[in-house]
């Protein structure tokens, strides 16, 4: 029963992470809620987690699991960091500091005189 169960494992895993990917995806920002340094921890622990199941125990459906986790947090770190990358001149594009206008440009603009 327990290893039917720990089976689901990589379908719920992967049930999981699309949500948080899909999200990300349609992101138009920075993405600066996600905290890249805590995606890097779980990377690293799946990763020692793959490369053990993998190399010592020689456990199959742990290293699908391990190995599904690996590629999810890998892609939400690509998408993240790739979103910070794109947004990150975004605001100083919006307006370039010479196109906003000075006091004197307003009044002139607006037909305001100096009392």
Sequence with gaps: MIVFL????????AFGYIP???????NQTRCDDIS??????WEYANIISLLYSVIELQDLRLSIVNGVNVFFITLIL????????KY???ISMLVEQNE?????ELA????????
């Design 20 to 26: 948080q990917a899909i999200t990300l995806i349609r």
């Design 6 to 13: 720990y089976s689901t494992v990589v379908f719920v895993a």
């Design 88 to 90: 990150s001149s975004s």
């Design 78 to 85: 690509i998408i993240t960091i790739y979103k910070r990358v």
């Design 108 to 115: 002139v603009e607006h037909n305001i005189t100096a009392d």
């Design 36 to 41: 890249i340094k805590s995606w890097v921890l």
């Design 100 to 104: 906003i206008p000075d006091e004197h």
